[in-house]
């Protein structure tokens, strides 16, 4: 069975311009998960998708982070525009309803010049 | 919130060794707790996840126990390898925040030959 998938694997792009992650949660998963990564750090949630419903947003940062999961299937990590800051892991992880164990995609690693 | 810690951040062992890696948690009330192993550069796998009703897991020569009550759980590998040197990080999640995962940040083991 495959993992969970995320593109790009690493980004490269200058500040101020946009960034988009794209995720595809293992099949038949309910739950998925956007996590912020900084060096040295565990991950920290940014937002949960109950189906296609984000049922926790509270620590993304939306005045320039924007997330979708159409069809409750893919989902898609928007950056506009990028900081200096923003330089992380973007981890995906996906779980067959809320409460169960999550298993994690390899991760985008995105540096903002 | 969920606070997690885990002691040390670093940990260099020879071969061979049994050794024991530490996490606290601050809410009790979790709902479970899951091991993760990062290698450098990649995703978490998962390792172990405990239920709260568990008092520990086994997965071949890892076992992960959960006391409640004291806030803690342990990583027991056996007889370590060069290749279980990775980063091993915690995390609890909690009904009451939507069973999102709270981290610790991890710790770096290395195994010498």
């Known amino acids: 069975e495959a993992g969970v998938v995320q593109s790009p694997r690493y980004k490269i792009i200058e500040k101020k311009q946009p960034v988009a992650f794209w995720c595809n949660p293992i099949?038949?998963?309910?739950?998925l998960y956007w996590y912020l990564q900084n060096l040295g750090q565990g991950p920290e949630l940014l937002i949960r998708?109950?189906?296609?419903?984000?049922?926790?947003d509270s620590q993304l940062p939306k005045d320039r982070f924007s997330a979708e999961r159409l069809k409750g299937v893919d989902s898609t990590l928007k950056i506009q525009p990028a900081e200096l800051g923003d330089s992380a892991v973007y981890l995906c992880?996906?779980?067959?309803?809320?409460?169960?164990?999550?298993?994690f995609g390899p991760g985008t690693r995105l540096t903002v010049l | 919130k969920q606070e997690v810690t885990q002691i040390p951040a670093a940990l260099s062992v020879p071969e061979g060794e049994n050794l024991v890696l530490n996490c606290s948690f601050t809410?009790?009330?979790?709902?479970?707790l899951q091991w993760f192993r990062q290698d450098p550069g990649k995703g978490l796998t998962s390792l172990l996840l405990?239920?709260?009703?568990?008092r520990e897991q086994t997965s071949g020569r890892l076992n992960a126990s959960l006391d409640k009550s004291s806030g803690r759980s342990t990583l027991y590998i056996a007889a370590s390898q060069p290749g279980d040197s990775a980063t091993y990080l915690c995390?609890?999640?909690?009904?009451?925040?939507?069973?999102?995962?709270?981290f610790g940040k991890g710790t770096s083991l290395l195994v010498t030959p």
């Open positions: 405990i239920q709260s009703s568990q």
């Open positions: 809410d009790s009330a979790i709902y479970n």
């Open positions: 992880a996906s779980s067959l309803t809320g409460a169960r164990e999550q298993f």
């Open positions: 099949s038949g998963h309910n739950t």
């Open positions: 998708y109950e189906n296609e419903e984000a049922v926790d």
């Open positions: 995390a609890a999640s909690n009904s009451n925040s939507g069973y999102a995962l709270n």
